[in-house]
């Protein structure tokens, strides 16, 4: 038996509505895009390769061992959608290590929480978040050993040379560099098994 357009659309809604569940659950705000939708800029690649970070070469998940741009746009461009989602931590001071790097680690390992949620309802695909892979700290890399986790790691939405800024305005999530608030992005891009 067909299902009719609407039918469909009410199955679609409440699919939406489950994974828009599951990352309010995790904490975070959350939308969902497609990811033809999601604006790369191959240009900001020269970011990571200022590495303020300390991760370029040194982090399976960041430049260049993540692979080039156009393999990181291909890998994404092969899911149909993405589940972005956003946290916001209050900070005195983004010179405070301590808890921005608290708030990076956290974040992260929520995004880590929220993709294994949604492979267990049957959604495949992949994450990012920021400022590269928290799993193995240090990681593998560092002592020339392989990944010990490829299938959880998660690159920086950076590495993916996505503008977050207009991300976050297509989405409807505040995006600002605001004296005591951090706000974090990342995402799960994803098709149904």
Not at 53 to 66: F, H, I
Not at 126 to 131: R, T, V
Not at 160 to 172: E, F, H, M, N, T
Request: net charge negative.
């Amino acid at each position: 038996m067909m299902m009719t357009i609407l039918e469909y659309a009410r199955k679609m809604l409440m699919k939406d509505n489950e994974l828009l569940d599951l990352a309010k659950e995790e904490g975070f705000a959350a939308a969902l895009i497609d990811v033809d939708q999601i604006p790369i800029e191959p240009s900001f690649r020269a970011y990571c390769e200022e590495n303020l970070c300390g991760k370029y070469g040194a982090n399976y998940s960041c430049p260049p061992d993540c692979g080039t741009v156009e393999e990181l746009r291909e890998k994404l461009m092969r899911e149909n959608r993405a589940l972005i989602v956003q946290t916001v931590w209050s900070v005195e001071s983004y010179d405070d290590i301590p808890a921005v790097e608290y708030a990076k680690k956290s974040h992260n390992n929520a995004v880590l929480r929220l993709a294994d949620k949604m492979r267990k309802l049957g959604y495949e695909g992949f994450c990012s978040g920021y400022n590269g892979c928290p799993i193995c700290d240090p990681c593998k890399l560092k002592d020339g050993l392989p990944c010990a986790h490829p299938e959880k790691q998660i690159s920086c939405m950076s590495a993916y040379c996505i503008d977050v800024a207009k991300l976050a305005k297509r989405c409807g999530l505040e995006f600002a560099w605001t004296q005591g608030k951090l706000y974090l992005y990342g995402m799960v891009a994803f098709h149904e098994a």
